[in-house]
């Protein structure tokens, strides 16, 4: 079955339209430091505005623990969404509370209003059912229709993404549209050589992709936390690097069955070492199989592959015709260990075929480095969920928008 988009809607005009972004942007100091998914929902805001909605707009940010928490305020948010839209912007000071309703109450055709951080409600990511569904019909109360275009979020069964699609008549917005046409090209006959670039600090959640990207690619290149289990699992120490030595066994497997398929796992053959971590920390570079033989011993820390590793994925991702890249290689937010993430960066910009970036930090880091986003074929706002879409798992926030692989 097909995704339902906003034509299947109809006119939206003078109808109060609640729409499901994810806005959840990186902050510093309180301050945006990459406003990329806030540029990435003004398409279907945009339309529905054009249309003469009233546009009522709902997001998450960060991780507040269920309760009010000023930190994590969506106000910045909607200020930017303000700029960017050339527009104003109102924002109420809750979610489903009397400010959220006395704001949606003085909408007018064609205005947009940002209520407060979902996740301030601890029914929003509740595992019940009933909570969930409490605070979805809550929300659906403000609104004649639903949109849904969050597409970081649409793995997740939480109340605005799942319980709410089904409260309303409810479609898929034009980034979530867009996102699924670029992911199914990665999915359905992909030109080869496909490469696929893993690193991030996720790594739990990061190694199960590679059971199922094994059938599916040609060359895995392995980057970030996830390279210190890895190299653990081929006997080596890593210090005080990152490792999940519960997984050893299990990326032994992976080992094994890449070279039964023929597929190549490469792993970096050198690592910049850190005494400690912060920006000024002192570092080496060190061989993979012998990192503790740094000056810094078993209390060294991997924080980026190192220059030569760098040269040689670069290499391996210009001579592919298909790249998807997530997860930073090294903590690039410290100059120091931006290095190795820079270097695929830049290479992901000259694949002769298509590239595509995805994941929040994988995202931010690019820009942080100073790449534009059409350097790439596509950056994708979900880390998460593309690589659930690409492990073939089933996005709820999708089926109950429709769709249906
Ligand atoms: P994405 O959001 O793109 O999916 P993740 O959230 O998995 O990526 O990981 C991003 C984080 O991974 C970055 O903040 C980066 O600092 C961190 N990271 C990368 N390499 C390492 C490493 N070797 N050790 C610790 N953290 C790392
Ligand atoms: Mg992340």
Sequence with gaps: MALRTLESLGSLGGRRVLLRCDLNVPL????ITDDGRV??????????????ARVIVVSHLGRPDGAPDAKYSLAPVAQRLSELLGAPVAFAEDTVGEAAASAVEKLTDGSVLVLENLRFNPEETSKDEAERRSFAEKLAAFADAFVSDGFGVVHRKQASVYELASLLPSAAGSLI???LEVLDRLTESPE?????????????????????????????LIGGGMVFTFLAAQGHSVGKSLLEADQLDTVRGYLDDA????????????IVVAEKFGADAEHVVQPADAIEDSPF????LGLDIGPETGRAFAAE??????????????VFELEAFAEGTRAVA???????GLSVVGGGDSAAAVRALGFADDAFGHISTGGGASLEFLEGKRLPGLEVLGWQR
Excluded: C
């Design 28 to 31: 510093k100091d309180g301050a």
């Design 39 to 52: 540029r990435a929902s003004l398409g279907t805001i945009n339309t529905l505005v054009n249309a003469g």
């Design 177 to 179: 549209a867009s996102e």
């Design 192 to 220: 080869r050589p496909y490469a696929v670039v893993l690193g991030g600090s996720k790594v739990s959640d990061k190694l199960g992709v590679i059971e199922h990207l094994l059938p599916r690619v040609d060359t895995l």
């Design 259 to 270: 070279e039964k398929r023929g597929v190549r796992i490469v792993l970096p053959t050198d």
């Design 297 to 300: 011993g078993a209390s060294g």
């Design 317 to 330: 991702i210009r001579d592919a015709k298909t790249v998807f890249w997530n997860g930073p290689m090294g």
């Design 346 to 352: 830049q290479a992901l910009t000259e694949v002769d």
